[in-house]
């Protein structure tokens, strides 16, 4: 059974994963509005640049070839944007994945630990609810061993559609220049 320290320290454990899952979120939400900063302060600078471009546009064919000129940057831009925006929030969900599967596997032992000591512990005639216990917490640990890599299998589709859009999306850019 868990004593007083024991429930203690499964709780401080419990707050200090938490803490450090909130902490991992908080910087990837950091460098996402560092990114969008970024993105901002350059597409104003852009902005103004193109403005005095077309304010020195003295007829239609110029006002033409400045146009089909801002639009290739921009491109580049959204899709520069796109792939790093990408990269961060890709980044920090994989952090965050892998330290919830430190904690549940944590979690899993501390559970089996708990089994086993109510195992030595529990009267005669209840080792039935004792291996029910301990196959419905190794069927959970398989749901969820199963549930993760159903998910990483859709994080690598994912990740592998987004390549093959970035792909496209830049071959048909180079196909434009052409």
Do not use: C, W
């Not at 239609?60 to 990408?86: G, M």
């Not at 961060?88 to 501390?110: L, R, Y």
């Not at 196959?135 to 592998?160: C, H, I, N, P, W």
């Amino acid at each position: 059974m868990m004593n007083t320290t024991d429930f203690m320290t499964f709780q401080s454990e419990a707050i200090k994963a938490s803490n450090a899952l909130a902490s991992k979120s908080m910087e990837g939400m950091q460098k996402l509005a560092e990114l969008n900063m970024k993105t901002m302060k350059s597409s104003l600078e852009s902005g103004a640049e193109q403005m005095k471009s077309l304010m020195a546009v003295k007829d239609v064919k110029e006002l033409n070839e400045a146009l089909v000129a801002f639009a290739q940057p921009r491109s580049d831009a959204f899709t520069q944007y796109a792939k790093d925006a990408y990269a961060i929030t890709s980044e920090t969900n994989a952090e965050v994945a892998k330290m919830f599967e430190a904690q549940v596997e944590e979690g899993h032992k501390q559970l089996s630990t708990m089994i086993d000591g109510l195992a030595k512990n529990a009267p005669a005639g209840t080792e039935g609810t004792i291996g029910l216990m301990k196959q419905a917490l190794t069927a959970t640990r398989t749901a969820y061993e199963q549930a993760s890599k159903a998910g990483k299998q859709v994080v690598e589709m994912a990740e592998a559609n987004v390549a093959s859009a970035t792909k496209a999306a830049a071959a048909g850019v180079a196909a434009k220049k052409k």
